[in-house]
């Protein structure tokens, strides 16, 4: 999951020297389409590099920028209706905690005019618009937009045509620069990178399976079967090659009805689609309430079992013998089951829907193979039966334990929709108390104090009954701590982040942003503030940051950042609160935060014309300090972080996004050394 905000400055490349790391990932061309006499269709589209996105016109507030499109209007023309843009895919993004739609590869954006001066010839234009990739953003830019109307587009009656006629612009520098070969190599990088994450995917959709196949062997419906099934193979056999062959015939024969359950799930709801399922906010609530009907199941309350019906029908056709009657064996085996396996086989549906395209197939093949293995090595070594531990009450046990397992996670998925809705029903703190209720619950149900239905009479605990409760035990007074604001490392992708919550410091914590305590300080510095929830001392501003700097005689730690970057959010959240980190970011630099996507206007006195833009104007914070960064260190992606001394000289190498925190934390040492030297 994860998206970091990236925004294109296109305009920099043949206009200045600074383009050996400027990155252009899309390329916009425009083109028109004549539909009526007087109508025409504004065609504007986007050709965007492999691993980048481009954001919708309509994003919700707080969220990266969206792409927006304004026209030079005037008494020649008039506009019809709202510029329209494709399908693209939404995603419930869980950095933002908002649903976002954004665009791959290309996007074609549409705006219908109707001409009211024949001699009308060009329709001028401008989109501001945002792209971001896995590791980087890029600050918000303007594009000018040109669609001519004149003679050499008369014959374009489709967008095809559109497409190729005189009117296409490229923004591209004609020439090929140092900057856009940088792009050809990132984009084959980024193409490579795709493709490995989607096969990384994949291979642990089919671990998650293998190793739900493998507890669900452990189940009530599924363990008696193994020595019973095995026993039929080899007795009803002529010899013993012959019960091998039968035994891996009736495994294979698991394996394919599985992985043909997910494959109608793919070809049902189609590949691309299951993945939009999963960010819906409407699916989350479904898969939330589907996991606590098989919580509820699995503690005993009822057995969710297919119909008894197309139980006796299939093990009638069992009967025949052969290779049809060993697959409706194993048939009969799915069907049987489903009371145990079922809330396996939902799982890994949902769980492998969040991936999209062929998971659920990966997923089922793992499952299958995994709960088919036992027929057939037990059928080869029958002797391996013996070592078998006897069915009892451990079974049920097993269930239980899976049933209090099941109900934790379906509020992972409660809390995917509260985030999105911005509800603020299960806020962290509520999530964390649910949590702690649960495997409190859990941890006193293995040391005998809660009894379910279907439970044996509890004479001893055994040792590993006793182990696995006070490793819960454990887990449980862990999470303690995270009411009062601990980050909870271990479980971190599970509640929602520390900011959602009824206080970012958390319960009883009375600190504000007002407050600051340092060794040399008792009240914020002007124009500096604190980040919660570590209160990090903190300046907006580049000028008061430096003046503060060559106060206290500290170096700088630029960070050029983003209210729309999802990496910052995450190396903020992730890297920065480590205790080194921290320490070196509260006691040894100055941070000072560059806002590159900050749309409140400039002073008047402040507005500039831009130096990278001839004829353009610096009017917003954040055009002024992504301008910054890119004459200053030749860049436009964020996070950027760059140590300076107090007079502005670069201390060592500049980094970006940074997750390895000993590799960032060595980075921010050696600038600090640099400076004392």
């Known amino acids: 999951m994860k998206y970091v905000i990236l925004l294109l400055i296109g305009c920099y490349l043949g206009i200045t020297n600074v383009s050996a790391q400027i990155l252009e990932p899309v390329k916009w061309t425009t083109s028109i389409e004549k539909v009526s006499e007087t109508e025409y269709d504004l065609i504007a589209t986007s050709k965007i590099d492999a691993g980048w996105h481009l954001y919708s016109q309509n994003v919700p507030e707080g969220g990266p920028i969206p792409t927006t499109f304004t026209f030079e209007t005037n008494a020649d023309f008039e506009l019809l209706g709202k510029v329209v843009e494709e399908e693209g895919r939404t995603i419930n993004d ?41 590791t980087r953003c890029l600050p918000p830019t303007y594009i000018d937009l040109n669609f001519n109307l004149d003679g050499s587009n008369s014959n374009l009656t489709s967008s095809e045509n559109a497409s190729e006629g005189n009117s296409a612009v ?39 399976g293998l190793g739900a196949g493998l507890i669900a062997l452990f189940t009530p419906c599924v363990f008696p079967l193994i020595p019973m099934t095995v026993s039929f193979f080899t007795k009803q056999s002529k010899n ?33 689609a299951i993945n939009e399922f999963s960010t819906s906010v409407t699916f989350n609530l479904l898969f939330f309430i589907i996991l606590v009907i098989f ?11 297919l119909p008894n019906s197309w139980a006796n029908k299939i093990d009638s056709k069992a009967d025949k013998g052969g290779f049809t009657g060993i697959f409706f064996m194993a048939l009969a085996l799915a069907i049987v089951s489903f009371s145990c396996t079922g809330p396996f086989v939902g799982n890994i549906i949902v769980l492998s829907a969040t991936k999209g395209g062929l998971a659920p197939m990966i997923g089922m093949l793992g499952f299958s193979i995994a709960l088919a293995l036992p027929f057939g090595l037990f059928a080869a070594f029958p002797g391996w039966l013996n070592s078998l531990p006897k069915s009892g009450g451990w079974l049920n046990t097993v269930k239980v334990v899976l049933g209090f397992l099941e109900l934790a996670f379906a509020f992972k998925f409660l809390s995917q929709a509260d985030l999105v809705l ?41 040792v590993g009954r006793l182990s696995l409760g006070l490793l819960v035990l454990s ?8 009411l009062w604001g601990a980050p909870l490392n271990l479980i971190s992708a599970f509640p929602p982040p520390l900011d959602y919550a009824e206080s970012p410091y958390g319960v009883g914590n009375s600190k504000t942003s007002g407050s600051f305590i340092s060794n040399d ?73 560059l806002y590159v996507d900050d749309k409140r206007k400039l002073p008047e006195n402040e507005v500039v014309a831009s130096k990278l833009r001839p004829g353009k104007q610096l009017k917003y914070i954040g055009q002024k300090w992504s301008e910054f960064q890119a004459i200053k260190f030749k860049t436009n992606t964020q996070p950027y972080y760059a140590l300076l001394d107090t007079d502005g000289k670069v201390l060592n190498k500049p980094v970006g996004y940074t997750p390895d925190v000993e590799e960032y934390l060595t980075w921010m040492q050696e600038g600090v050394e640099a400076f004392e030297e």
Request: hydrophobic share 50%; charged share 20%.
């Open 295 to 305: 919580a509820v199941s699995f503690l005993g309350a009822f057995e969710i079992m």
């Open 240 to 272: 013993k090659a012959q019960g091998i062959k039968n035994a891996f015939i009736y495994g294979l024969c698991i394996i394919v009805i599985y992985v043909i359950l997910g494959t109608g799930v793919v070809a049902i709801f189609g590949a691309s």
């Open 422 to 462: 911005q509800l603020h029903f299960l806020e962290r703190e509520v999530f964390i108390a649910i949590w702690i209720a649960i495997f409190g619950a859990l941890a006193f149900y293995l040391f005998g104090k809660i009894k379910l239905p279907h439970d044996s009479p509890l004479t001893h605990i055994s």
């Open 521 to 593: 300080n008792k009240e914020l510095p002007e124009g500096a503030h604190l980040l919660a929830p570590h209160q990090i001392l903190a300046f907006n501003d580049y000028d008061k940051g430096m003046a503060y700097a060559k106060k206290v005689n500290k170096p700088v730690m630029l960070d050029f950042t983003g209210w729309a970057c999802v990496n910052c959010r995450k190396m903020e959240q992730n890297v920065w609160p480590e205790d080194q980190v921290l320490n070196v970011l509260k006691n040894d630099v100055i941070l000072i935060s």
């Open 475 to 482: 887990f449980t007074i862990y999470m303690i701590p995270g």
């Open 170 to 208: 490229d923004f591209q520098n004609p020439e090929k620069s140092e900057a856009a070969a940088q792009s050809e190599k990132a984009t084959v990088a980024n193409e490579t990178k795709a493709e490995g994450e989607v096969q990384e995917g994949l291979w642990t959709i089919f671990i998650l």
């Open 94 to 134: 869980p950095v933002f905690n908002m649903r976002i739609k954004f665009f791959e590869n290309s996007a074609q954006f549409r705006q219908r005019i109707k001409v009211l001066n024949e001699e009308l010839s060009i329709v001028k234009g401008e989109v501001e618009f945002m792209v971001c990739d896995d």
